[in-house]
Each structure stands twice: as C-alpha cells, then as structure tokens.
C-alpha cells in the first residue's frame, strides 16, 4: 500500500481513538506547525509565485465607505489554514503510522510456552520411570 493511500485511509478513517490522538497531537504541534509553515514554507512558496502573500489575499466585496472599512472575502487566510491542517494531519499521521509498525512488530514476536515448575518436571520424570517398570 502506498503512503499516500494509507494516509488518505487514515484520514477518512472514522475512527474515535485515532481522532483523540488527532486532536490532543495536532493542539500539542499545532503553534510550531503554524509557525513553520507561514515563517518557513509560504515565504518561499509566494516569492516562487511572485511574491505573493497568501494571508493577505482577498477579494474586496465593499469598498470602504463613509468611516466603515471594507467588506473582504480573505480567501488566503483560508489557503494558509488549509496548509497548516495538511502538515499537521500529516505529521499525526506518520506519528500514528510508527506506532502502528512498532505495534505490529511486538504482535509478530513468538510467545514462548512457560516453563512449568520442576515440581512438575520431576513428577513427570517419577511417572515415566514407573511406567517402564
């Protein structure tokens, strides 16, 4: 399965438990991953556009009139937060994804049958030897 098919499964997952860990991990991470994302990732990305500002892209649907400011549609702040719930829900979900594998990995380990008491064992030897006598 690739991982843009597992995480586009966990992301449609309705699962409660993967949602908690969503949200408790996503508002853990959430103020470092708006951070890199508008200091880190969009100043490149809007100059690689043409020095385009996300957050400060918008339509104006009201000119500001008489002391009341303008009516704006503010479509780049939506853009930006889109970005942000990616990265965040990508980094949940690679979090989510080692400890599945490292859950897998203690399911495939063999349980060893315990040992029983030497009581037992030597009982066991006493009963085999009177059998053959």
């Known amino acids: 399965m690739s991982l843009v098919t597992e995480f586009r499964d966990f992301a449609m997952r309705g699962n409660v438990v993967d949602m908690a860990v969503g949200i408790v991990i996503g508002g853990a991470f959430g103020k470092i991953v708006s951070?890199?994302?508008?200091?880190?990732?969009?100043?490149?990305l809007g100059l690689l556009l043409g020095g385009v500002d996300f957050t400060d892209l918008a339509i104006t649907l009201s000119a500001a009139a008489d002391g009341a400011p303008a009516v704006l549609l503010?479509?780049?702040?939506?853009?930006?937060?889109?970005?942000?719930?990616v990265i965040i829900a990508f980094a949940i979900f690679l979090v989510v994804k080692a400890m599945n594998t490292l859950k897998k990995k203690e399911e495939a380990k063999p349980v060893e049958a315990p040992q029983p008491p030497a009581q037992e064992v030597l009982l066991g030897e006493i009963r085999d030897l009177l059998k053959k006598s």
């Open 74 to 85: 503010s479509y780049g702040k939506f853009v930006q937060t889109i970005v942000d719930f």
């Open 35 to 44: 951070s890199f994302v508008g200091d880190v990732l969009m100043p490149p």
